[in-house]
């Protein structure tokens, strides 16, 4: 089955470290995975996407993602983290079976002042 | 990005009433859509995905007659929650891929901004 984990249920980190969301991916076949973040009583938006090419995918606000095949993970980053990052990250594999995308539980960032 | 907008972005109705809420995709043409349920704990719930012009299709556990989903137009779908009671609250949100931008084949999604139920 194609899925994606997130282990940590939430992640801090003071303002101007940097933020690492992590993720690995189960898939048979290439990856196409995604990252997307949620603010409260939003929908979510898209960040970053790797479907093939450069390891290293750069997205929006700042964030990036680096495929790691041998460790099979797409860890989300960014160097300098801002209070307004404080969000519900998740992140997704497409599903090659049905082309829908299978989502992690998602990882609640809380950036402290 | 493409734009999905979902209405209403709150709702709260009586046990028993029905509420329809509304996910269009704005600048493209979405022959399918999906539609999620968010629980407090923040895990998205696949509840169905909705194909223009045919029958929507719904996940295990998911009571079709309780969620009516109707994908009347390329650029519209509505999810019904009949006779809602107050284990129906919850936060909805819809979602569509946009095939124009090969979103089709990569499987990425645009999202609506979701619509909070609230059942008293």
């Known amino acids: 089955a194609q899925s994606v984990a997130q282990p940590e249920d939430q992640v801090n980190v003071a303002e101007g470290n940097p933020l690492t969301v992590k993720c690995t991916y189960s898939v048979s076949g290439n990856p196409y995975l995604f990252w997307y973040v949620q603010y409260p009583n939003r929908g979510l938006q898209f960040l970053l996407k790797y479907i093939t090419g450069d390891n290293l995918v750069k997205g929006s606000y700042g964030f990036e993602a680096e495929f790691n095949k041998s460790q099979t993970s797409f860890h989300l980053k960014k160097p300098s983290a801002l209070v307004s990052d404080s969000a519900l990250y998740f992140c997704a594999v497409r599903d090659i079976r049905n082309n829908r995308l299978a989502f992690g539980k998602g990882n609640q960032v809380v950036v402290i002042p | 990005g493409a734009v999905v907008s979902q209405h209403p972005s709150r709702v709260i109705c009586k046990s028993g009433t029905s509420v329809k809420i509304e996910c269009r995709s704005l600048?493209?043409?979405?022959?399918?859509m999906f539609w999620y349920r968010q629980f407090p704990k923040k895990s998205l719930m696949l509840m169905a995905t909705s194909n223009e012009g045919s029958k929507a299709t719904y996940e295990q556990g998911v009571e079709k007659d309780k969620f009516l989903i109707n994908h009347a137009s390329l650029t519209l779908s509505t999810l019904t929650v009949t006779s809602a009671h107050p284990e129906d609250s919850s936060f909805y949100i819809c979602?569509?891929?946009?095939?124009?931008?090969?979103?089709?084949?990569?499987?990425?999604?645009?999202f609506g901004e979701g619509s909070r139920l609230t059942v008293l």
């Open positions: 600048d493209f043409q979405a022959t399918t």
């Open positions: 979602s569509a891929r946009d095939q124009s931008r090969g979103a089709g084949a990569t499987g990425e999604l645009f």
